[in-house]
Nanobody, 128 residues
Framework: QLQLVESGGGLVQPGGSLRLSCAASGFTLDDYAIGWFRQAPGKEREGVSCINANDGSTFYADSVKGRFTISRDNAKNTAYLQMDSLKPEDTAVYYC?????????????????????WGQGTQVTVSS
């Protein structure tokens, strides 16, 4: 059973930073691309970023480009999302998901393509 556990969320002031972690269990992370998604109250889930497994290439939603950085440490079976210059509109529950190993960007632009169940997520709140 593929299981991912998100952590690292919290309350931060605008302009602050957080680093989210996505720990895999029951499978080898380097066989999959990893995507980060978020869902704010009353809104649909949206894609944030992903990193491919085959070549490590990355994809970012326009709303986070230049502020967020995705990475992976296959030795630790963990992926990360470094979030800098946070804005109130970044407030949401953040989720990670395993994706097919290549061309993960399609899942960020169309999060409805993501199959399987979602984990608990981690809450990120940006507020002064």
């Amino acid at each position: 059973q593929l299981q991912l556990v998100e952590s690292g969320g919290g309350l931060v002031q605008p302009g602050g930073s957080l680093r989210l972690s996505c720990a895999a269990s029951g499978f080898t992370l380097d066989d999959y691309a990893i995507g980060w998604f978020r869902q704010a109250p009353g809104k649909e889930r949206e894609g944030v970023s992903c990193i491919n497994a085959n070549d490590g290439s990355t994809f970012y939603a326009d709303s986070v480009k230049g502020r967020f950085t995705i990475s992976r440490d296959n030795a630790k079976n963990t992926a990360y999302l470094q979030m800098d210059s946070l804005k109130p509109e970044d407030t949401a529950v953040y989720y990670c998901a395993p994706l097919p190993p290549a061309v993960c960007g399609a899942y960020i632009t169309q999060p409805g393509l993501v199959s399987g169940s979602w984990g608990q997520g981690t809450q990120v709140t940006v507020s002064s």
